[in-house]
């Protein structure tokens, strides 16, 4: 860790969804990171009194730094009050899933693009002292499909523009799906295994780039340190199908998996990144990717890796079945991580031949 953040007043949107905590654990736990002051801005008031009884139990008078405030990212008077003496900004909020962006498409496009355009006015206008803007995007925002990836891929230009507006560096992070999220598919596979089953695969073919919490919350911190005004950072990921997935957590169990078919907006595979984009790829000191801005490079420039997609379909990124394994032990026993509150209980996991055991 470089200590970007030690002493700094960091405002995080989006803090009590599970990314914008799990960078909250990341922070507290490593001493040359704990800024001065935490500012959580989500619109869940529930939620936030859950945060702040969880980070008073966990880091007690330490928990003293956190400050509260209800809002919306929609709402650029609210944006604009939470930004006052902010030195970072962490942006997460987002509504971040496919099948959820696909019925609701004003709200995902209100929250998505408006979002992130109100979260570049208030910065550019109203809080010129904020240092770094970072926003989580997703391997979904490449060659998108999804309304949920269009309106990342569309956030990533926002940003990318940004520094025509303010000298203020807006950055991203472009991850894979994050394990043990809220909605993802291990809360729901560990649910459906609690019930004896079945397990439900929407498709024994598709393949995801996969990461825990944690990895999530390292890669923001890397593209803090690491990126320039305008880029995104593209850490290192390796995939699986969703079938093995399936298998790994059902171990030596004899449970039932049943195909129900493709969910609207879905791919079969995700692109990392494009033939198009490694053009503009450079490599990062701290591994991946930088990908910079479309505008600022010559197409014809030679790029760092093949031209070609980085599918989580190819060959030469599919996990091995030690490297399932540790995924999934990083994801269950990650510390901190409320399986109680997020799978209804605990699953002891240990290891079996050749995969976990629930």
């Known amino acids: 860790m ?12 989006g803090a009590t969804g599970s990314l914008g905590g799990a960078v909250i654990r990341c922070v507290m736990d490593e001493p040359e990171e704990v800024p001065r002051l935490i500012r959580v801005f989500s619109r869940d008031e529930a939620k936030q009194y859950k945060l702040r009884a969880t980070m008073e139990r966990l880091y007690g008078r330490q928990a003293g730094i956190f400050e509260y405030k209800i809002g919306d990212v929609r709402n650029l008077k609210s944006l604009c009050d939470a930004l006052t003496g902010i030195d970072v900004v962490i942006h997460t909020a987002a509504l971040k899933h496919v099948p959820v962006c696909e019925k609701n498409t004003t709200e995902a496009v209100e929250t998505n693009i408006i979002g992130a355009e109100n979260l570049v006015h208030a910065v550019a206008f109203h809080a010129k002292g904020v240092e770094k803007v970072v926003a989580l995007s997703t391997d979904k925002a490449c060659e998108p499909f999804s309304l949920m990836g269009m309106t990342k891929a569309i956030q990533e230009r926002i940003f990318a523009a940004a520094m025509y507006r303010t000298a203020t560096p807006f950055v991203c992070v472009r991850m894979g799906n994050i394990l043990m999220s809220r909605g993802s598919i291990v809360p729901l596979f560990l649910d459906q295994l609690s019930r004896g089953g079945p397990l439900t695969v929407t498709d ?3 393949t995801r780039f996969f990461i825990t919490l944690r ?4 890669n923001v911190l890397t593209a803090l340190e690491y990126a320039e005004a305008g880029q995104v950072y593209i850490p290192s990921m390796k995939a699986m ?15 039932d998996i049943r195909t129900i078919g493709i969910r609207p907006g879905e791919k079969l595979h995700d692109i990392l990144y494009s033939k198009d984009e490694t053009r503009y790829l450079k490599s990062c000191p701290a591994g991946g990717y930088l990908l910079e801005p479309l505008f600022n490079l010559s197409p014809e420039g030679e790029g760092v890796v093949p031209y070609r997609d980085f599918s989580s379909a190819d060959e030469d990124v599919q996990m091995t079945e030690k490297e399932i394994e540790d995924l999934l032990e990083g994801a269950l026993l990650q510390e901190g991580t409320p399986l109680t509150e997020r799978c209804g209980q605990v699953y002891p996991v240990k290891r079996s031949s050749p995969m976990y055991s629930v």
Request: aromatic fraction near 2%.
């Open 215 to 218: 990895q999530a919350a390292r």
């Open 204 to 206: 024994p073919r598709m």
């Open 2 to 13: 470089s200590g970007f953040l030690m002493g700094k007043r960091v405002l995080i949107t």
């Open 241 to 255: 199908t969703i079938l093995r997935l399936a298998h790994a957590l059902a171990g030596n169990r004899e449970i």
